[in-house]
C-alpha cells in the first residue's frame, strides 16, 4: 500500500495492483475532490476517470501514476481573480444555546486587476470565512459553483490572538469577469473562550473575536460572514452593507449600522443598512432592556440589564451633553441613531452607531458618564475611525485626535484648566518613563513593529494640542469640520489632515511639512533645558542660555519669568541643540522655568517625573509585599491582595519579580526595586523602616493613617500612594491600604488613576495629590 498525501485539504489512499491504480473508495460522479490545491471532478457518468478543469481527463492508472510524481510539487488550479466587494446583504440566524449560526451573504464583486488573465478559461474567487464555519452551496445568478476550502491565507497575529487564521475558499467559475454576484450559504459554531482574553488590570478583552452563547453575542472582526481576500498590502475596500437577523429569544441585537424599518416590516426580522461606506460589518447581542429617547434628531437608545435601570437617566444626559459639545466643533453626527450595550466582557469598544461597555464600567456609575475618556472618547470615534476610516497604508491617526478633543480637551471645555495642564504634563511625563527602544514615530501606531498605545494616545494628544496652538484653536476645529465633510465614508491618512490644516491655518499650504515630519514621522521628544539664566540692570536686558538635546527640533521655547509683582511667559524660537538669547525686559526678573504648562511635549529628568503606579509598574526588577496569612485559612489574605498583586507583577518577566510576605525579607530583598505594599504589612516593624528611609509622606495609626496633618480613622477610608524612592532612579513604592477589608480599593481600577496620591471613602475618591517637582532656575545678577 502506497500513501499519498495530496494537496493541502484531502489525504486519500491509493492501492497498487499490477500496474493498476485502483482507489480505496469509488468516488461517486459528479464529486468534487481537491489534489494537489487543483480542483478534480469524477466524471459525470461514472467512468472511472478524473477530469481536471485545468487537464485532460485521467484513468485512475494515470492519475495514480502523475499523483505520485506531482503529489508534493501540487498542481496548478485557475489562476486568482482579483476583486473586491461592493455590496454586502448578510442573512443570519443564530441559536446561542449550541453557539450555532446558519447564513446567507450575497456579495456584488468587482474586478480590481488589469493583470492579464486568460480570455476564457475557469478562475478562482478566493473568499475568507471564519474556520469553524462551513460554505455549504454558492451560486451566481442561479446558477451553483464548485468551491473547496484551501489552507487560509494567515492575517496578522498579535499577543492577543496568536492562533485566528480564516480559512479560504476557492470559488471556481468558468470564465473571468468584471463583475458577478455571489451568494454564499454557510453553518457552523462560533464559540470562544471568554476568560481567556480577561487580564487583570486591562480593560479590554481584545482576544474576543466572534462568539454566540446565552451570556450574549459578539460577532466582530472574525470573518463570521465571507468576505473577499485581499491582495497583498492592498487597501481594503469599503462597502454597503445590509443586515438582516432573526430575532433571538431572550437577547436584544444591535448592529454597526443604522435600523432598517422598511426591511424589518417586509420581512419580520431585524434589519440594518450601512449609512456610509463601512470597513466590515458588527452584531452584538445580550439579554437587555432597549430605553430610548430622541436628542435634535437623533434616537439614543440604551441596552441595559434590568439591573442597570439607575444608570438610564445618568446615561441619557451624558449622550445628550456630548452631542450638543462636539457637533459644533466636528460636524453634524454621521447617522441617525447611537446606542450604549452592556457588554458581558470587558471592553470600552466604538462601533459604527454604538458603544459597547462592559457591565463593570456602566456599573461605575457617574464615572464614565462625567469623566472624560469614557463615554465621550467612544462617541467621538463615530466621527473618527468609524465615520472616517483610518488609512491602513498609513497609522493610526484616529486615536490622537479623539482622546485630544475629550481625555484632554474636555476639560478646557468644562473650564478647568488646572485638571487640562495635568494632563498635559502627564503625557510628557509618560514619554520620560518609557524605554528608548520603544520611542517610535506617532505615524507608525498599529502599524506592523509600531510604536505601542501610549505613544498613539498620549503623544498623539500633545501633538494635537501644539498643532492646535501653531494653527490657532479656531481653525483647528474648521479643519475638524470639513474632515468630516470630505472624508465621512473614505479612507484618510495623516497627510490629509496636514493638508487640511494647512489650508486652515493663517501659514498656508506648506507650512505643517516641518511639524509633521519632526512630531508625526519622526521619534523622540526634546529635552527643555535653561542652562543660565542673568540679568543686566544697566540695560534692563536678560539672557538666557538654552538647549534641547540631539535631534534639534523647530518649536517655540516657553519659559516663565517671575519677579516681585507676578510673572510673564514668552515663546522663544529655537532650531538648533542650544541658542543664547537676550531679552530686554521691564521689570527685576527673579527666577525662570522652562514650559511650566508642559506645552511642548518633552522629556523631562526621570527624577522630575511624578510618582503614579505606573513608575512602580516599569523598570526590570518588582517586589511585592504581603502581610502573613495566606497559608492559613482564619487569616487567609482578601482576594484583593492577590488579584492587584497579580496586576502589578504583570509587568514584570518571571526573573525580574519576587513576592514576599512580612517575616521573610531580608536586608537585601529591596534593594533597587520597585516595591508594591498591600495592606497590614505596612504595619510591619521592618517595612516601617523601610518607609521611614524613604520619607514616605503617610504614617499609621492604631485605628488608621495620617496624611498631610489628617488622620484618617474611619472603616470606610482607604489610601493609595506612591512615591520614588531616593537613591534608585525611577523605581516606584506603591502602598495600598485601607481601614477595613471592604473599603479596600477596587484592583482594576488602581492602574487608572495618574495621581501620586489619592485617599478613598467608600470607594470613592475624597483627596487627590500630586508630588511635582518643578525646575526653577533663579536669575543670576
Known sequence: MTLIVIGEAYTMILYTRAGRGVPSRRLRPGKDVVVSGCPF????????????????????????????????????????????????????????????????????????????????????????????????????????????????????????????????????????????????????????????????????????RTHIGEEGIYLADGAWYPEPAEEEDAEPALAEYTLVADPVPGLELVAGAERDPDVSERTGRLAWHSPYALDGMVLVGGPHEIHQTVHNGVTISLHLKPSQARHVDGLFDAVKRYLDRYEPLVGPYPASEYSVVDNFFSSGFAFPTFTLLASAVIDMGKRPQMMHGFIDHEMLHSWWGNGIHVDPQDGNWCEALTSYATNYYGYVLDGKL????????????????IKPEDDKPLGTFSRE??????????????????????????????????????????????????????????????????????????????????ERAHYDPDDQTLTLALSQGEPPFDLDFPVRIAHADGTHDIDI?????????????????????????????????????????????????????????????ALRLPESYGSLKSIFESSFEDDERIALTVGEIDDEALADRCVLIVGEAVRDPQIAEF???????????????????????????????????PGAEGRGVTVVFANSEDAFPRPNVIPMYDRSLVIYKNHRAVLRRDFERRNVVDVEF
Not at 53 to 62: A, E, H, I, N, S
Not at 418 to 433: G, I, M, V
Not at 607 to 624: E, K
Open 41 to 208: 471532478r469524477t466524471a459525470t457518468r461514472g467512468v472511472p476517470a478524473w477530469a481536471c478543469d485545468m487537464c485532460r481527463p485521467l484513468t485512475y492508472f494515470q492519475a495514480a501514476i502523475l499523483l505520485s510524481v506531482v503529489g508534493p510539487i501540487g498542481c496548478v488550479g485557475p489562476p486568482r481573480l482579483p476583486v473586491r466587494a461592493e455590496r454586502y446583504h448578510i442573512e443570519v440566524r443564530m441559536d446561542p444555546a449550541s453557539h450555532g449560526l446558519t447564513g446567507l451573504t450575497t456579495i456584488d464583486l468587482v474586478r480590481t486587476d488589469d493583470r492579464s488573465l486568460p480570455d476564457s478559461g475557469p478562475v478562482a474567487v478566493e473568499l475568507l470565512l471564519h474556520p469553524d464555519l462551513k460554505i455549504t452551496r454558492v451560486t451566481t445568478d442561479g446558477t451553483e459553483l464548485r468551491h473547496h476550502a484551501v489552507r487560509g491565507q494567515v492575517r496578522k497575529k498579535d499577543d492577543d490572538d496568536e492562533d485566528f487564521v480564516p480559512r479560504t475558499h476557492r470559488i471556481i467559475l468558468d470564465e473571468p469577469a468584471d463583475a458577478l454576484t455571489l451568494s454564499v450559504e454557510y453553518q457552523g459554531s462560533l464559540f470562544q473562550d471568554v476568560s481567556a482574553g480577561e487580564k487583570p488590570g486591562v480593560i479590554h478583552n481584545f482576544a474576543m
Open 691 to 725: 518607609l521611614r528611609e524613604i520619607a514616605f509622606p503617610v504614617s499609621w495609626t492604631d485605628e488608621g493613617f495620617e496624611f498631610d496633618g489628617v488622620t484618617y480613622t474611619d472603616p470606610a477610608d482607604a489610601l493609595l500612594c506612591t512615591v520614588v524612592r
Open 449 to 530: 513593529d509600531g510604536c505601542g498605545r501610549g505613544i498613539g494616545y498620549s503623544k498623539g494628544t500633545l501633538v494635537m494640542h501644539m498643532l492646535a496652538r501653531k494653527i490657532g484653536q479656531d481653525n483647528y476645529w474648521a479643519a475638524m469640520r470639513r474632515f468630516t465633510e470630505e472624508y465621512l465614508g473614505r479612507y484618510a491618512s495623516w497627510d490629509d489632515i496636514r493638508r487640511l490644516c494647512e489650508e486652515e491655518s493663517p501659514h498656508g499650504p506648506g507650512s505643517l511639512e516641518t511639524f509633521f515630519t519632526q512630531w508625526v514621522r519622526g521619534s523622540g521628544a526634546p529635552t527643555l533645558t535653561i
Open 418 to 433: 488646572d485638571d487640562a495642564r495635568r494632563k498635559r504634563r502627564n503625557y510628557s511625563h509618560f514619554l520620560s518613563r
Open 573 to 633: 524660537p529655537l532650531d538648533t541643540t542650544s541658542k543664547e538669547v537676550t531679552i530686554p525686559v521691564d521689570f527685576v526678573p527673579q527666577t525662570v522655568e522652562v514650559d511650566p504648562d508642559y506645552h511642548i511635549f518633552r522629556k523631562v529628568p526621570r527624577a522630575d517625573i511624578i510618582p503614579t503606579t505606573n513608575t512602580t509598574r516599569s523598570g526590570d526588577a518588582f517586589a511585592s509585599i504581603l502581610s502573613a496569612g495566606g497559608g492559613n485559612a
